[in-house]
């Protein structure tokens, strides 16, 4: 039995947040609130070294429950790290999600977990 992967992160850009209003044909760009994002979540990942989790998964987002935003705003930059990381193969494998404010986090951080598809229903 493979064991989930954690990470801790520091809070997603909102969904909203993501892109700006400037493009190029199809292209959207990234705001900078995302790109400082992507790079500090991506320091905290190199540090951690979390193991990888390869096929279908199953994806935990928990932010603190003191946050302002949603807790599904943050799902879609948060899945996509992991793939641009390596920690799952592709977004379109994930095959539950599920987000959550919780008190066991602290403000301004995230916890991330990640299951085989077959290990684990939920947290």
Do not use: F
């Amino acid at each position: 039995m493979k064991l989930p992967t954690t990470i801790l992160l520091p809070e997603p850009v909102g969904v909203n947040r993501l892109h700006g209003a400037r493009r190029t044909g199809k292209r959207r760009y990234r705001t900078p609130k995302y790109e400082a994002w992507i790079e500090e979540a991506g320091w905290e990942i190199r540090l951690q070294k979390p193991e990888p989790i390869k096929g279908k998964y199953r994806l935990c987002v928990e932010i603190s429950d003191r946050s302002r935003k949603d807790a599904d705003a943050v799902l879609k930059a948060t899945a996509d790290l992991l793939v641009a990381h390596r920690i799952t193969d592709d977004d379109a494998l994930c095959i539950e999600v599920t987000a959550w404010k919780v008190d066991t986090v602290e403000r301004g951080r995230c916890r991330v977990t990640v299951w085989p598809a077959g290990e684990m229903n939920v947290v």
